[in-house]
């Protein structure tokens, strides 16, 4: 059995690649708040608001599939950390941009690390616990996503209005880098350290599109490409979405942190599930709970109603978002592991690239949010199918 407790516990393990996950999700939660601060300071178009969210997931894109690739050849732990430091450098900088242009470039290189982290932080933690607690401990890791989305919503709260989303940016990357700190005596995962690397990267690229790999591939890039297109529509733009309702700025950000709250509880759930009723049914309900969600979101006509279906909403999807990261490494060997949760998570992105620009470019067309709210509900619904059909159950299997 590959356990990694002879150097370090699962519980830090946990915690240690928590941390950075909690750091990446604020500030991920705070680039929505700060969409909607930058469009009053730099008077932006909707276009251009679009713009800022796409070039994060651009970046997304291109991190996951780099580091992706270099993590079945240097390692999950390096990666770990340059993708860490990338994140870092790059948040601190753009709280000192005065531009659009050089905010946009700083996002990709944000965009970068945080695209590269996430699946290789979840192929590290999987390949490091039992097969027994290995659903349930990813479901946990991604729950300090929600964690960090709850601290971002606070910050944009009681410190955009205030002190400026300057001063929001700083805040969320100084204590970044001390889980950059904790990360260095990090041991590796020891599936992959005890693994023969004799494959290039080229190899494990036909690999993982190879008639063994085939169906499960072309599963997750579909799967991954609807959840992310709809996240990143729905989450970037809620509270744009809530002003756009005819809510102050200042409300929105308050019931944008209430819908928040929704998301540990939809983690926690998932984490209950997943080892109990299995990836797929837990992956399958989640989503259907998400498309409802947003079809709900979109028509509600007051108060009331936006807040149970935002909140919903949030509970879903995030729960749907913890399944997602503990089934995609379980679908691959060691040897392709990170090449196949990386290829994944990046074709997933182009979703994401997609998702604000085509809410941006809607609403600029004077199309309703009840419909830009549909067609996500309906992007859902694909990833749905794709996982029932396609999807097989991994649930407590040793991995290869």
Not at 13 to 40: H, T
Not at 194 to 204: F, G, I
Request: with cysteine.
């Amino acid at each position: 059995m590959y356990m990694i407790q002879q150097t370090i516990s699962q519980r830090k393990l946990l915690g240690v690649a928590g941390l950075g996950w909690m750091f990446d999700a604020m500030d991920v939660g705070m680039l929505s708040f700060i969409i909607a601060a930058l469009r009053k300071d730099w008077n932006l178009s909707v276009e251009q608001m679009g713009w800022i969210g796409s070039v994060n997931s651009i970046g997304m894109a291109v991190g996951a599939l780099l580091f992706g690739l270099l993590a079945d050849r240097i390692g999950r732990k390096n990666v770990f950390i340059i993708t860490l430091l990338l994140f870092s450098i790059g948040s601190g900088l753009s709280a000192l941009t005065t531009t659009l242009t050089a905010f946009l470039v700083l996002r990709f290189l944000i965009g970068m690390g945080l695209g590269g982290e996430l699946p290789v932080a979840s192929t590290l933690v999987s390949e490091s616990v039992s097969a027994q607690e290995r659903g349930k401990t990813v479901v946990l890791l991604e729950s300090f996503w929600a964690v960090g989305w709850l601290l971002s919503a606070l910050i944009s709260y009681f410190v955009i209005p205030t002190y400026g989303w300057q001063t929001a940016l700083l805040l969320a990357t100084i204590p970044a880098l001390y889980a950059l700190y904790l990360r260095w005596g990090l041991p590796d995962s020891p599936r992959f350290t005890s693994a023969r690397k004799e494959e290039t990267v080229w190899d494990n690229i036909v690999k993982v599109w190879s008639s063994s790999y085939r169906k499960e591939t072309f599963m997750l890039w579909v799967l991954w490409f609807c959840v992310v297109f709809s996240y990143y529509g729905m989450f970037l733009w809620l509270p744009s979405v809530m002003v756009m309702k005819g809510f102050s700025l200042i409300k929105s950000f308050e019931y944008v942190l209430i819908m928040t709250l929704a998301q540990l509880p939809g983690y926690f759930s998932a984490a209950w599930l997943i080892e109990r009723a299995g990836r797929k049914f837990v992956l399958i309900t989640y989503l259907i709970g998400t498309a409802a969600s947003a079809y709900f979101f979109g028509n509600a006509d007051s108060l009331a109603l936006l807040m149970t279906f935002g909140i919903l909403l949030s509970f879903f999807n995030l729960g749907a978002w913890g399944a997602l990261y503990a089934y995609t490494p379980e679908l691959y060997p060691t040897s392709i592991r990170g090449t196949g949760a990386g290829m994944a998570a990046s074709f997933g992105r182009i979703g994401g690239i997609l998702g604000p620009l085509f809410v941006g470019y809607l609403v600029n067309s004077h199309i309703t949010i009840t419909t830009i709210f549909l067609i996500f509900c309906i992007s859902i619904f694909i990833g749905v199918i794709a996982v029932w059909v396609l999807g097989k159950e991994t649930k407590q299997q040793e991995l290869a």
